[in-house]
């Protein structure tokens, strides 16, 4: 397999080089190919801790900037995802939806508070040891040690803490969907904290806080396709088959109650995705405006090839299948947008759709995993093929800005980013097992009983009912 993906990436890379296509992705923001061995861009997300504890004074500019970015992340949380979600269960599980999002979001930003900043980006310290590039430095537990004075580079620190939690929190309202209608709301809640705790942490300090992967990859992932995407998926996608399936599925249809949640839903992710993305450059500079523009385009190609795909396929174009479309561009060109040119990033949208309409579909029928609203095969894949083919389209060669550090071509940057993915679901995978299996065994199980379950979590776990008529 080592061998095939070598010669495969040998091939599109003698094929791109030479192509009418590689002119064509050659834009304004192409670098000269006689400096791909030893370009850096400037876009390197996080500054080391050392770096900004040498400047004293923030930007007032780049405050105002992050702190937008950070309200537009979190409205992505509270209420985009819950909406998106609600609009898709039946009617007797919407409010669970809801309470599950806001309650997961609360408990990792208080997690973040206490535990998570520090340990994300916390100094690296001693390369060589592998503690340290696995969870960063104690030193900011509770915030501790850092005022109103205190910067992070060019911001105060506070916003870059709300930032980064912010993402945190998202991360994890994505995996509610993947066990919806039928899991206990105290171990979902339990599972997740354990999940955030052991492995979105860990995560964020190896691929931005110079750990792990950062020092044996040198992967770019501008704004979190492995640590954010990847990692839910994997961990939505193993809480799904432990929880096991829905007691009905596959017996009766199941179809969503409100579409229009649905697409308002997708519609504040797409808005709250420009946060997300543009706002990983902490400035509005040139490369912000890269990554918003590419958060235009990625997801509108995908919106259109899910279209026009289920057009062919079933006859008809759904409102449920555009926002699909939407969400994989999105998701795909989270950790691409400030490394590729606008025109890789329609081809990203278009091709990762592609994949993510055969996750929802082919790949589900294989698995036979209950992902109720297809977590892994939108996030996981999507992230997946956005990865993958940052290493190929962040070459000067086809307008993007670079190779990573020591990468001196398209196929090392490439295997370097399959690395990262590999390590991410390996991570995740595990940790998600040993979270939900210690959550299932507090609750006595993971699942629901079977009357709790027709009744509805709505009024069997909240005592409430999201509609009286």
């Not at 997300?45 to 405050?63: C, G, R």
């Not at 970015?69 to 979190?74: E, F, G, N």
């Not at 915030?143 to 930032?163: H, R, W």
């Not at 939900?436 to 065994?441: Q, T």
């Amino acid at each position: 397999m080592r061998r095939f993906s070598i010669v495969l990436m040998l091939f599109v890379s003698m094929l791109l080089s030479q192509g009418s296509l590689a002119e064509l992705l050659s834009g304004d923001i192409a670098v000269s190919s006689s400096s791909t061995t030893d370009i850096t861009t400037t876009t390197e997300q996080y500054p080391p801790s050392n770096e900004a504890e040498t400047k004293s004074e923030p930007s007032i500019a780049d405050n105002a900037f992050v702190i937008t970015c950070a309200i537009l992340v979190i409205l992505m949380s509270v209420p985009g995802i819950a909406l998106f979600y609600g609009g898709l269960v039946r009617s007797k599980n919407v409010l669970s939806i809801l309470q599950q999002c806001m309650v997961v979001f609360g408990i990792c930003f208080l997690l973040w508070f206490i535990v998570g900043y520090t340990w994300a980006f916390g100094s690296t310290g001693d390369a060589s040891s592998w503690f340290s590039l696995i969870i960063g430095s104690s030193d900011k537990l509770f915030l501790s040690n850092i005022t109103p004075d205190s910067v992070s580079g060019t911001l105060s620190e506070y916003n870059f803490v709300v930032f980064q939690g912010a993402f945190c929190a998202i991360s994890a309202c994505l995996i509610v969907g993947a066990t919806a209608e039928r899991i206990k709301f105290g171990a979902l809640v339990m599972g997740i904290s354990l999940w955030a705790l052991f492995s979105y942490i860990p995560l964020a300090h190896m691929v931005w806080g110079n750990g792990l992967i950062e020092y044996w990859f040198e992967a770019w992932d501008f704004a979190g396709g492995t640590v954010v995407h990847i990692n839910a998926a994997v961990a939505g996608i193993v809480a799904a088959f432990m929880t096991g399936p829905r007691i009905d599925l596959n017996r009766i249809a199941i179809t969503p109650h409100s579409l229009p949640f649905t697409y308002t839903g997708c519609a504040l992710l797409w808005v709250g995705w420009f946060g997300f993305n543009a706002g990983s450059e902490l400035s509005a500079d040139g490369v912000s405006a890269l990554a918003f523009i590419n958060t235009v385009l990625a997801p509108a190609s995908g919106a259109l090839v899910w279209s026009v795909c289920e057009k062919f396929i079933s006859g008809h174009s759904s409102s449920l299948g555009s926002s699909s479309g939407v969400l994989a561009g999105l998701v795909a060109i989270t950790p691409a947008c400030a490394f590729v040119s606008p025109l890789a990033s329609v081809i990203i949208g278009a091709l990762s759709t592609f994949v993510c309409l055969w996750g929802v579909r082919g790949f589900k029928k294989l698995t036979r995993v209950d992902d109720s609203l297809d977590v892994f095969g939108i996030h996981g894949l999507g992230a997946i093929v956005g990865a993958i083919l940052t290493g190929i389209f962040c070459s000067p060669d086809l307008g993007g800005t670079g190779f990573k550090g020591s990468h001196d071509g398209m196929l090392s940057q490439t295997l370097g980013q399959i690395g990262s993915v590999i390590i991410t679901i390996i991570w995740s995978g595990v940790i998600s097992v040993l979270a939900f299996g210690i959550a299932g065994k507090l609750f006595g199980s993971l699942h629901v009983s079977h009357d709790d379950e027709r009744t509805g979590l709505d009024l069997s776990f909240h005592g409430e009912r999201g509609y009286t008529n």
